[in-house]
């Protein structure tokens, strides 16, 4: 008859450090409250490589949150590099560990750091829009033609127009035949734009109607250029537009004292 199976005894790794848990609150998404944690567990040293996480009733019961929680955590840590899990045995810190670049949504919300990622945006997209110029086919062109007409429709409607903008901005990137420069802005994703994420109450905030309509025309002036396959000229029209919202953000940010 064979014998039921016995409870494995506790492996050296789980005699590691424990990580700095603690109960997690609103608002910010649980999965990301956690997974932040542990990130910073790895990558400050807290958590060496190859040792082991907490058990999900560990962390459970340290953080606060659920089972689901605790998964989708994990899950994250694996997409970034930093966990690796053992099937029956528990998740790791990987062997080698780099911190991954991310934009955090919440670091958006000042006007300062809004500046920073346009200045970042300024470094790849003007780049984009003449390369976008020089290789765009015929259907490239007419998908960046769509993009800016369902910015102006947005508009039109009395929305903010968000998601269009970021639209216009990723089929520019892919008129570059280029798939490197539409997965990035993706991977950004329309969190930067400025408009989505600052929450500033004054009347100078660049979302009222006629602020819209001239950057509006300055997406116009760059999908010109695209038209006309000229590079030098989409390159100059994409730098005007995002330098002038930058300069909108900083001046709104020296306002209010941001700077």
Do not use: C, W
């Not at 790895?42 to 082991?52: H, K, Q, T």
């Not at 911190?99 to 945006?121: C, H, K």
């Not at 035949?177 to 734009?193: D, E, T, W």
């Amino acid at each position: 008859m064979s014998s039921s199976p016995t409870r494995s005894s506790p492996s050296r790794a789980s005699a590691a450090p424990r990580p700095a848990l603690r109960p997690l609150v609103a608002p910010r998404s649980l999965t990301h409250q956690l997974a932040a944690q542990l990130t910073a567990d790895i990558v400050g040293g807290r958590l060496a490589s190859g040792s082991r996480l907490p058990t999900e009733q560990e962390m459970m019961a340290a953080s606060g949150v659920s089972r689901t929680v605790v998964r989708e955590a994990i899950a994250a840590l694996r997409a970034d590099g930093l966990v690796v899990v053992r099937q029956g045995v528990g998740a790791f810190v990987a062997d080698k560990v780099r911190r991954p670049f991310r934009i955090e949504v919440d670091g958006l919300r000042s006007l300062r750091q809004a500046v920073y990622v346009m200045e970042l945006r300024m470094g790849i997209e003007i780049e984009a829009a003449g390369l976008a110029a020089e290789r765009a086919g015929a259907a490239q062109v007419r998908a960046v033609v769509r993009a800016y007409d369902a910015v102006g429709a947005a508009i039109a409607r009395g929305e903010a127009a968000i998601e269009e903008d970021f639209a216009f901005h990723v089929s520019i990137a892919a008129a570059t035949g280029n798939p490197q420069f539409p997965q990035f802005l993706q991977y950004l994703g329309s969190s930067i734009i400025p408009r989505k994420t600052v929450q500033v109450h004054s009347p100078d905030m660049p979302n009222s109607r006629a602020a819209l309509q001239t950057f509006h025309a300055e997406h116009g002036d760059i999908l010109a250029a695209i038209r006309a396959g000229t590079p030098t000229q989409a390159r100059a029209a994409m730098r005007r537009h995002l330098d002038n919202s930058r300069k909108r953000y900083r001046k709104l940010a020296a306002e209010l004292g941001e700077e």
